[in-house]
């Protein structure tokens, strides 16, 4: 009976602890140093302007371009597209789903239409929606432990620490659905300034995107006019 008696009384000490909030402890988040430095830099800048040099394969097609992308928080951002297909159309963000595009020099004839319309993207279904670091972000944080943090290359005379992401059978918020066959997700993160510079996307062992960010500016004051 002394025996049972002390049974009960651990099995109470236990519970109590359990009900109290002290039983397992919870598992610790992975520690991603990288990701956590891109997280800080996109939460204390107000707006940015990038040139994203692209490279897409979809099957036997393949596609290059060379755009310009501008963004303000919170929900505010140009697309120009320098080279490629569809150089010379501008595509107008201001939150939620819809856009405006048009020529440059022909503003005044302006279309409106989804962001992911296929008139609106590039071969694999990337738009305006795709460059916003902040959606990228919350992405990686909310899949910590499918990536792996290496040793990144050096991009344009910057180190970098590389994240990898295992996304096979997972989407993120604005991910084509053209980009659902994608395996692999891997990011170089520049040490210096905490922002992606080179980002390329697998289907198995083949590159299908390959995106090369540069000549970033960093809280230039956007205005409206910048943006329109």
């Not at 201001?94 to 020099?105: C, H, I, L």
């Not at 004839?109 to 992911?116: E, Q, T």
Request: glycine share 8%; aromatic share 6%; net charge negative.
């Amino acid at each position: 009976m002394v025996a049972f008696r002390g049974s009960r009384r651990q099995a109470c000490i236990v519970a109590a602890l359990v009900f109290a909030g002290g039983g397992v402890p919870a598992r610790a988040a992975t520690a991603l140093p990288a990701l956590d430095h891109l997280a800080a830099t996109w939460r204390n800048l107000h707006d940015y302007s990038v040139t994203i040099v692209a490279h897409e394969v979809m099957g036997d097609r393949s596609s290059d371009h060379e755009l310009q992308y501008a963004f303000r928080k919170p929900h505010q951002a140009r697309l120009d597209v320098i080279k490629g297909t569809k150089s010379g159309s501008t595509i107008l963000w201001d939150g939620g789903d819809r856009v405006t595009a048009y020529r440059r020099g022909l503003s005044l004839f302006k279309m409106h239409g989804s962001a992911h319309d296929v008139d609106l993207t590039s071969l694999r279904g990337n738009g305006i929606l795709n460059p916003d670091e902040g959606d990228v972000v919350a992405c990686l944080d909310a899949h910590r432990d499918r990536i792996v943090e290496r040793a990144g290359p050096t991009v344009d005379g910057d180190a970098t620490d590389e994240l990898v992401f295992s996304n096979a059978n997972i989407s993120c918020p604005d991910d084509p659905a053209s980009d659902k066959d994608v395996t692999l997700d891997v990011i170089d993160v520049s040490k210096r300034t905490g922002l992606v510079v080179l980002r390329k996307r697998y289907v198995g062992k083949d590159v299908v995107e390959h995106w090369e960010l540069k000549d970033f500016k960093i809280d230039s004051g956007l205005t409206d006019a910048d943006l329109h």
